[in-house]
C-alpha cells in the first residue's frame, strides 16, 4: 500500500534508537524525508550517519536537543526549515518510564516526571506548529503508553502523567482540527526496547536465553498475544496515522499492547 508520504517532511523526537529510530527507518523507506533530534550528540551523529547511509544523507537531518528547552527545540525548528523548507509530520516520542511506587516517589520525582511528559510534547507542538499549518496534510503523533488507560503503582507518577497526555492530544485534535491538522495517540504496551535489554542482562537467571526470559515476563504481565512488542511494531502505526491514508482519523488512541487492555 503506497501510505502518499513520498515528498514529506516528518520530524520525530527521541529519533535515536527504538521506536524512534523504527519510525525514522520506516519514513525513509515511504520515501519521506526525516529530521530526528534526541539530547545525546554521539547518539544523533551515529543514528543521522546510519540512516544517512542507508537512504541518502540529503534526505536526514539530526540534531542534539533536550526538548525540555524551548530554545533548543526552536534551534531545531529554524533547522528543519532551513534545510527542508516544511515539515508535514511530528511524531511526539520523547520519553521514559519511571519505575516507584508513590511512598518513593519524591516531590522533585513528580515534578521531573510531569515536567518531561507534558513539555516533552507541548515545546516540540509549539515550536513546528506555524510549518504544520503551512502543509496539507499535516498529523501529529503522540506516543503514550498503556499506563494512561491501565495505571500501574510500581509506576505511579509515570501513570498519572500518562493520563494527562493523553488527555492533551485530545485537546490538540479538537484546538488544531479547524486548521487541518490532526492529532492522535498510541498507547504502548511492553516493547523491546534497550531497557528491557538492560533488564534481561542483570535479572536472567544463568544460562536463560533471552526468549526464554521475555516469554516469562510476558506470561507475568498477562499478555495475551504471549510476548512483548518489537520496535518495528508500533512504529508501522505511527507511520499510517501520520500518512495521508488515515486521513480522515484524528483524535484517536490505538492500543498496541498485545492485547494486555483490559477494557474492551
Given at each position: 500500500?503506497?501510505?502518499?508520504?513520498?515528498?514529506?517532511?516528518?520530524?520525530?523526537?527521541?529519533?535515536?534508537?527504538?521506536?524512534?529510530m523504527?519510525?525514522?527507518?520506516?519514513?525513509?523507506?515511504?520515501?519521506?524525508r526525516?529530521?530526528?533530534?534526541?539530547?545525546?550528540?554521539?547518539?544523533?551523529?551515529?543514528?543521522?550517519?546510519?540512516?544517512?547511509?542507508?537512504?541518502?544523507?540529503d534526505?536526514v537531518?539530526?540534531?542534539?536537543?533536550?526538548?525540555?528547552?524551548?530554545?533548543?527545540?526552536?534551534?531545531?525548528?529554524?533547522?528543519?526549515?532551513?534545510?527542508?523548507?516544511?515539515?508535514?509530520?511530528?511524531?511526539?516520542?520523547?520519553?521514559?518510564?519511571?519505575?516507584?511506587s508513590?511512598?518513593?516517589?519524591?516531590?522533585?520525582?513528580?515534578?521531573?516526571?510531569?515536567?518531561?511528559?507534558?513539555?516533552?510534547?507541548?515545546?516540540?507542538?509549539?515550536?513546528?506548529?506555524?510549518?504544520?499549518?503551512?502543509?496539507?496534510?499535516?498529523?501529529?503523533?503522540?506516543?503514550?503508553?498503556?499506563?494512561?488507560?491501565?495505571?500501574?503503582?510500581?509506576?505511579?507518577?509515570?501513570?498519572?502523567?500518562?493520563?494527562?497526555?493523553?488527555?492533551?492530544?485530545?485537546?490538540?485534535?479538537?484546538?488544531?482540527?479547524?486548521?487541518?491538522?490532526r492529532?492522535?495517540?498510541?498507547?504502548?504496551?511492553?516493547?523491546?526496547?534497550?531497557?528491557?535489554?538492560?533488564?534481561?542482562?542483570?535479572?536472567?537467571?544463568?544460562?536463560?536465553?533471552?526468549?526464554?526470559?521475555?516469554?516469562e515476563?510476558?506470561?507475568?504481565?498477562?499478555?495475551?498475544?504471549?510476548?512483548?512488542?518489537?520496535?518495528?511494531?508500533?512504529?508501522?502505526?505511527?507511520?499510517?496515522?501520520?500518512?495521508?491514508?488515515?486521513?480522515?482519523?484524528?483524535?484517536?488512541?490505538?492500543?498496541?499492547?498485545?492485547?494486555?487492555?483490559?477494557?474492551?
Amino acid at each position: 500500500m503506497d501510505l502518499g508520504l513520498g515528498g514529506r517532511i516528518a520530524v520525530v523526537t527521541g529519533g535515536t534508537s527504538g521506536i524512534g529510530m523504527e519510525t525514522a527507518r520506516l519514513f525513509l523507506e515511504e520515501g519521506a524525508r526525516i529530521a530526528i533530534c534526541s539530547r545525546d550528540a554521539d547518539r544523533v551523529a551515529a543514528a543521522t550517519r546510519a540512516l544517512g547511509d542507508r537512504f541518502g544523507a540529503d534526505r536526514v537531518l539530526g540534531l542534539a536537543c533536550d526538548v525540555l528547552a524551548p530554545e533548543a527545540v526552536t534551534r531545531f525548528s529554524d533547522a528543519v526549515a532551513a534545510r527542508f523548507g516544511a515539515v508535514d509530520i511530528l511524531v511526539n516520542n520523547a520519553g521514559q518510564a519511571r519505575m516507584a511506587s508513590f511512598a518513593a516517589t519524591s516531590d522533585a520525582d513528580w515534578r521531573q516526571e510531569l515536567e518531561l511528559k507534558f513539555f516533552g510534547i507541548i515545546h516540540p507542538t509549539r515550536a513546528f506548529l506555524p510549518l504544520l499549518e503551512r502543509s496539507d496534510a499535516a498529523a501529529i503523533v503522540c506516543v503514550n503508553a498503556l499506563l494512561a488507560r491501565q495505571p500501574e503503582t510500581r509506576l505511579v507518577a509515570t501513570s498519572a502523567a500518562r493520563a494527562g497526555v493523553l488527555s492533551l492530544a485530545k485537546s490538540l485534535s479538537l484546538d488544531l482540527a479547524a486548521k487541518n491538522i490532526r492529532v492522535n495517540s498510541i498507547l504502548l504496551g511492553l516493547i523491546r526496547s534497550g531497557q528491557w535489554e538492560r533488564r534481561y542482562q542483570a535479572q536472567a537467571a544463568p544460562g536463560e536465553s533471552r526468549e526464554a526470559w521475555f516469554a516469562e515476563i510476558a506470561r507475568d504481565r498477562d499478555i495475551p498475544l504471549g510476548r512483548l512488542g518489537l520496535p518495528e511494531e508500533p512504529a508501522a502505526a505511527i507511520v499510517f496515522l501520520a500518512s495521508p491514508r488515515a486521513a480522515y482519523i484524528t483524535g484517536a488512541a490505538l492500543d498496541i499492547s498485545g492485547g494486555q487492555a483490559h477494557q474492551p
